[in-house]
C-alpha cells in the first residue's frame, strides 16, 4: 500500500472539544497512515480554544475529503450520530480525538471488510501519557491483550469500525448518556446477534489523566453512567461490600485487617502487573514508583466508582418515574 491510497466507502468519524492541543498529534497519525479513508467527519461539541480553526485549516496529504461541523452543546453521543449522519459514505471507523493512530491502525480495522462487509470490527488500545502519573494511571487500567477475550470484548469507540446500517438498526449512539455511551451502543449491538471481529492489531494509543483527581472525576463519571444506564449493579455492590468489610476489619481485628490486606493484595495484583508488562514506558526509578502507585489508583478509581454510581441511580429512577 503506497502512504495515499483511498479506501472507498469509508468515513472516519470522530468528536472534538477544546482539542487545541492534543490536535496536531491526533491529526498527524492520522495523515501517517497508510491507508486512509474516503472522508473525514469531525463534530465540534463548542470548543471554546482553536481546534475548530485548525481543523478547517487542515488539508490532509492524503486528499480525503474533510467535513468540520460546529455543534455547540452536542455531547458525544449526539456528536458522533450527528457526524454519522453527515457522512456520505457507508463503512463508518470512529475514534476520538486526543488518541494516537497507529500507522496501520486504519488498515488492520478495516481488513475485515474485505471478507465480510458486514462486519462489526472492534480495534485495540494501548496506554501512553506525556507525565508520571498519565503514564501510570494509563498503564494501571488499561488491560493487556491476554486479558482479552474476544468472544466478550467491548470495544471503546476509539477503535470500532461497523456499517451505517448496524448504526441505524441500533438507533445511534443514546443521547441520553453522558458517559459510557459506547458501552450501552455495544451491548445494543449484541442484543441484535451480532458478534464483533476482533482486530487486536489495529491499535490507537490513548493518553490517562495528568493527575488523580483528574482520574478521580473520569470514574466518578463513568460510575454515574453505570448507574444512568443501569449496568454491573452486582459488581458495584461487591465493590461497597469489600470496601466495608476491610473498614470493618480494621476496627474490630488485627487479624481481620490481615485478611482484608492479604484480600486487597490479590485485588489490585493485575493493576500492578499491567504496570509491570508496561515498565518500558517509565524512565529509571520511575518504573519502581510506578509499581507502588498502582494499588493508590486503583483505590482512588474505586472511590470515584463508589461516589458516582449513587447519583447515576437516583437519575435514572427519577427517569423512570417521569416516563410512567
Known amino acids: 500500500m503506497t502512504a495515499h491510497e483511498t479506501k472507498d466507502n469509508t468515513s472516519l468519524i470522530a468528536t472534538v472539544l477544546n482539542e487545541e492541543r492534543s490536535l496536531p498529534a491526533f491529526l498527524a497519525s492520522l495523515e501517517a497512515q497508510t491507508l486512509h479513508p474516503a472522508e473525514i467527519v469531525v463534530v465540534d461539541g463548542g ?9 478547517r485549516a487542515w488539508a490532509p496529504s ?18 458522533r450520530n450527528l457526524a454519522i449522519a453527515l457522512a456520505t459514505n457507508e463503512q463508518m ?95 445494543a449491538i449484541r442484543e441484535t446477534g451480532r458478534q464483533f471481529t476482533f482486530a487486536p492489531d489495529a491499535i490507537v494509543a490513548w493518553v490517562g489523566r495528568p493527575n488523580l483527581r483528574a482520574f478521580a472525576k473520569q470514574y466518578y463519571r463513568y460510575a454515574r453512567g453505570d ?26 481485628s488485627p487479624w481481620l485487617f490481615l485478611i482484608g490486606a492479604i484480600g486487597f493484595a490479590a485485588y489490585v495484583r493485575t493493576s500492578v502487573r499491567r504496570v509491570w508488562a508496561r515498565r518500558t514506558m517509565f524512565r529509571g526509578s520511575a518504573a519502581a514508583a510506578a509499581l507502588l502507585a498502582a494499588p493508590l489508583v486503583v483505590v482512588v478509581g474505586d472511590a470515584a466508582k463508589m461516589a458516582g454510581y449513587p447519583p447515576g441511580v437516583v437519575w435514572r429512577r427519577r427517569r423512570a418515574r417521569g416516563n410512567r
Open 227 to 252: 448507574g444512568k444506564a443501569g449496568l454491573f449493579p452486582g459488581r458495584h455492590r461487591l465493590r461497597y461490600g469489600a470496601y466495608a468489610f476491610a473498614l470493618l476489619a480494621w476496627w474490630i
Open 62 to 79: 492524503c486528499g480525503c475529503r474533510v467535513i468540520v461541523h460546529a455543534a455547540p452543546g452536542a455531547g458525544i453521543s449526539a456528536g
Open 47 to 55: 470548543s471554546s480554544d482553536q481546534t475548530v480553526q485548525h481543523l
Open 93 to 187: 471507523v470512529i475514534t476520538d480525538a486526543g488518541t494516537v493512530q497507529r500507522s496501520d491502525w486504519f488498515a488492520r480495522l478495516t481488513e475485515p471488510w474485505e471478507h465480510d462487509p458486514d462486519a462489526v470490527i472492534a480495534g485495540f488500545f494501548e496506554p501512553a501519557g506525556d507525565t508520571f502519573w498519565s503514564r501510570t494511571i494509563a498503564a494501571a487500567i488499561t488491560p493487556t491483550r491476554d486479558e482479552i477475550d474476544p468472544r466478550t470484548f467491548q470495544p471503546s469507540s476509539r477503535s470500532v469500525a461497523f456499517p451505517r446500517g448496524v448504526w441505524r438498526e441500533v438507533e445511534g449512539y443514546p443521547e441520553w448518556l453522558d458517559y459510557c455511551e459506547d458501552l450501552v451502543f455495544d451491548l
